[in-house]
C-alpha cells in the first residue's frame, strides 16, 4: 500500500513480533493494487508479476495463505471485505474468509519481507481466561 492508495490500517494481534527493521522503518511497499500486504511468512501458494520497485523487478502475489496476524489492510481493501462477509453467513476464521473473497488483491511487501513472526508465548486472552 502507498500513499496513493488513500487510507490503509495496520493490523497486529497481540502475540506478533515485529522485526527490528520494520520497527526501525515503518515502511510496507507494495504495488498500488494492493488490497492488503501480508507482512508474515504463512503463503502457500504465490506467483511472482511484474512490479517496478520491487526485488528483481516483482512482486509476489499471494493465492493462498492462512494466518492473519500481521498485515495492513487498504480503505478500498476493507470495504472489499466487508461487503464479501456481509454477503455469505460462514464460520470461517477471517484468514480464510480474507482469501475467499473475491478480487481481493494480497501481496508480501515487495522489501523487508517477513515483517513479523508469530509470538511463542500464550496469547494474553489465554492467559486471562487461566486467570493469570
Not at 13 to 22: H, K, V
Request: glycine share 10%.
Amino acid at each position: 500500500p502507498n500513499k496513493s492508495n488513500g487510507d490503509y490500517y495496520f493490523i497486529f494481534e497481540d502475540d506478533a513480533r515485529l522485526s527490528p527493521e520494520f520497527v526501525e522503518e515503518g515502511v510496507v511497499e507494495a504495488p498500488p493494487d494492493a488490497d492488503i500486504a501480508f507482512l508474515i511468512e504463512t503463503n502457500t501458494k504465490t506467483v511472482r508479476v511484474p512490479y517496478g520497485n520491487g526485488e528483481d523487478g516483482y512482486a509476489i502475489r499471494i493465492l493462498q495463505s492462512y494466518g492473519s496476524f500481521a498485515y495492513v489492510i487498504t480503505a478500498r481493501g476493507a470495504n472489499k471485505l466487508l461487503k464479501h462477509l456481509g454477503r455469505r453467513r460462514s464460520d470461517d476464521p477471517i484468514d480464510v474468509a480474507m482469501h475467499r473473497a473475491s478480487g481481493m488483491r494480497m501481496y508480501q511487501p515487495t522489501k523487508g519481507w517477513p515483517q513479523a513472526r508469530h509470538g511463542t508465548h500464550a496469547s494474553s486472552r489465554h492467559s486471562a481466561n487461566r486467570g493469570n
